[in-house]
């Protein structure tokens, strides 16, 4: 059998569903084996998604766009169910690989044991993520996007509890509205189109004719809306921050991706259909993605200052995350574009990395007294003195002092200071925003680009005063009904390995950005995308032998 890369693209679907439903058939008492195939089928998708890049990109063909397409039922396109690998969807499948296997290594401590099927639904969210990076066609971008929201139903409402199951259940009804404009899109786009395979589509879209116009922009932005709500775009982003919240911390730390694919899709299919229109940038449907991605990361910046507990904190930077990207996308230029890939890439790590480390953090709380010290703060009650507490010279704990470099660390990320990736990222940001574009011209007005730049700067720096804020409250102040929290090792790693990867992204700056350019042209340059897809050639079968009596 010739294993070649075009059949290894379906791998990173098949690995977690095969697995999945393998474990259904396992009473959950043996959780020491669900636990054991579930890690090492992450383990093994994370080793073909690194092979899968490499497959798609090297230093000496970085100029060179390599795509490799499966065509399912081997039906020929535009026919044909087809997964479709380049570098966009790569860099996607090894980044929700390489935030899997230590959210799912993190789970093994306590939460998989907090209710039934955790490893069954963990792996099919990552079918339905890995689905939906890879699929060429809208309808089973449809198909693999509910798969991966029925995972998350389970994932947010396990282990119970009152405020789980109130978010869990705003969360499944927001998210059923969207499913439903995305079917009404889709149909929208099918009934004027008459394929759905994306690049068919971007091959007839500007051929469709003004009559039929209005309802192919309309699909297009009914589908959109669905994305947006996915995205977190404001005002669609209510459900985030509680959601996110109140869901248990591996659950939290894997959906800091989920948010993101709605940005791929945004991304992928904007410049695919209308990327070659020279109105683009200036059109309507760039004009919303930037001013939403705006008022995206404004109201996370308020949210940022506004929160009392570390979990919706850490929901509102995701807020923030995704209202960058979203104003990057909108700005519709190949240099924003790759910076905003790398800091996709950073802020994704560091947002997973703060959802398992609050869970930690928040064990040996009282969150009454956590509440009360804030409201004392506020009003100025806490600057009294107490001569009767001696608190200098106290050693720190090496579990608080553990906790609180990896705290440190993602304060430093999210807030973009340097020297780690999230400095990185951004400064890539500003410096495109000053830039002109190949034309010796920005496509944009000076008022929008200040703008950007201020919320850019402004929501790091409120980044900055909350987590400090908060980090010094939480490990510097005097430990008033507050107990030291019991970590173990299998949960500490997970979180000090994500805070690794991004000082790799750091010391790796220049290959990375490298590799986030020559991706960012391929996108903004999609023909050999589209002729990929198009000019791939059904597999010849093998004949039967004929038999003679």
């Known amino acids: 059998m010739n294993l070649s890369p075009e059949h290894l693209v379906i791998a990173p679907v098949l690995i977690p569903f095969i697995a999945g439903v393998l474990l259904l058939f396992l009473d959950d008492r043996a959780r020491h084996v669900k636990a054991f195939v579930s890690v090492l089928s992450t383990i093994v998708l994370l080793v073909i998604s690194i092979l899968l890049l490499c497959i798609v990109h090297t230093d000496n063909s970085a100029n060179e766009d390599r795509i490799a397409v499966y065509l399912l039922g081997n039906w020929p396109p535009p026919f044909a169910i087809n997964l479709v690998l380049d570098r966009l969807s790569s860099m996607m499948l090894v980044l929700t690989a390489m935030l899997a296997l230590p959210s799912l290594v993190f789970s093994l401590g306590r939460w998989h044991k907090a209710g039934v099927h955790f490893h069954t639904l963990f792996l099919l969210l990552l079918m339905g993520l890995n ?47 969207a499913s439903l404009l995305f079917l009404i899109g889709v149909a929208l786009i099918y009934s004027v189109t008459g394929t759905l395979n994306m690049a068919d589509l971007a091959i007839r879209i500007p051929q469709i004719n003004e009559a039929n116009r209005t309802m192919l922009e309309s699909g297009a932005a009914i589908l959109s809306v669905a994305f947006l709500i996915k995205a977190g775009m404001w005002p669609l982003n209510f459900w985030l921050p509680t959601t996110y919240a109140a869901a248990p911390a591996p659950s939290a730390a894997i959906f800091a991706i989920m948010s993101k694919v709605g940005i791929y899709v945004l991304l992928r299919l904007s410049l695919l259909f209308f990327g070659s229109d020279p109105g683009f940038p200036e059109s309507l449907g760039a004009q919303i993605l930037l001013y939403g991605g705006l008022a995206t990361i404004s109201f996370g910046t308020v949210g940022v200052l506004a929160s009392q507990t570390p979990g919706r904190f850490a929901g509102f930077s995701v807020l923030i995350s995704s209202g960058t990207l979203l104003a990057s996308i909108g700005l519709v230029q190949t240099e924003v574009t790759a910076g905003a890939l790398f800091y996709l890439a950073s802020s994704t790590l560091a947002i997973s990395a703060l959802f398992m480390l609050i869970e930690l953090v928040e064990r040996g709380q009282n969150m009454a007294a956590s509440v009360l010290a804030v409201t004392m703060e506020a009003f100025g009650y806490d600057d009294e003195e107490t001569e009767n507490e001696e608190i200098i010279g106290v050693a720190i704990p090496r579990t608080i002092a553990v906790l609180g470099t990896c705290f440190a660390a993602c304060t430093i990320l999210l807030a973009g200071l340097p020297p780690l990736s999230g400095f990185i990222a951004k400064f890539v940001i500003l410096n495109a925003l000053f830039s002109p574009g190949e034309s010796g011209q920005m496509h944009f007005i000076p008022a929008t680009l200040w703008w950007f730049l201020a919320l850019l700067i402004f929501s790091g720096l409120a980044t900055l005063i909350a987590m400090s804020r908060s980090g010094i409250r939480t490990f510097w102040a005097p430990p008033v009904d507050t107990a030291l929290p019991r970590v173990l090792l299998i949960e500490i790693v997970p979180v000090a390995a994500l805070l690794c990867m991004t000082l790799v992204l750091t010391i790796q700056a220049g290959p990375v950005m490298r590799f986030m350019e020559a991706t960012a042209n391929s996108l903004h340059a999609p023909r050999p995308y589209i002729e990929g897809v198009m000019k791939t050639q059904s597999a010849v079968l093998p004949q039967p032998m004929e038999t003679t009596e």
Request: charged share 10%.
């Open 131 to 177: 689905g939906a990076f890879l699929t060429g066609d809208l309808f089973n971008l449809f198909v693999f996007f509910e798969v991966m929201l029925a995972a998350s139903y389970g994932l947010v409402l396990h282990g119970s509890g009152l405020l789980r199951v109130k978010a869990g259940l705003h969360y499944i009804a927001i998210n059923l509205v």
